[in-house]
């Protein structure tokens, strides 16, 4: 179901992208400082990743599985990261290849964002958002 199938290209595109990178490098940053607390919740980070994708999935509601892949990614990749630069972490293989299950509440976040734009475009404007008409 393609939300806004315009023509017109994207503005800033480029900078969207570098802000979801930034928002899923700050996400693994998150989680490698709850594993430091007294009682890890490694839900947190989780969190954070829908939170992100969700505003982005409404700020951006083309394409919203670009949002899960650009938050993502990022977080096992600053799991790791943190791992080889500061030697007091211990993240086993296991805990990183588990961060990389953080995607799938990451598609909650962007498609659920996609779908409330989409939703609330046809109850303000009574039509489906077509080629014509911008969200």
Request: charged content about 10%; overall charge neutral; glycine content about 10%.
């Amino acid at each position: 179901m393609p939300f806004n199938p315009s023509s017109q290209p994207e503005r800033f595109p480029l900078l969207f992208a570098l802000f979801a990178l930034l928002l899923g490098v700050g996400c693994g940053a998150l989680h490698v400082f709850v594993a430091w607390m007294d009682q890890p919740d490694p839900l947190l980070s989780a969190l954070a990743v829908t939170v992100a994708t969700m505003m982005l999935g409404l700020l951006r509601p083309e394409r919203p599985w670009r949002w899960v892949l650009l938050v993502g990614a990022p977080v096992p990749l600053t799991i790791l990261a943190a791992g080889l630069a500061i030697p007091a972490t211990h993240f086993t293989k296991a805990s990183i290849a588990g961060s990389i299950l953080i995607v799938m509440p990451g598609f909650a976040g962007a498609y659920g964002g996609s779908v409330l734009r989409h939703k609330v475009w046809e109850i303000f404007h009574g039509e489906e958002p077509g080629p014509g008409n911008k969200a």
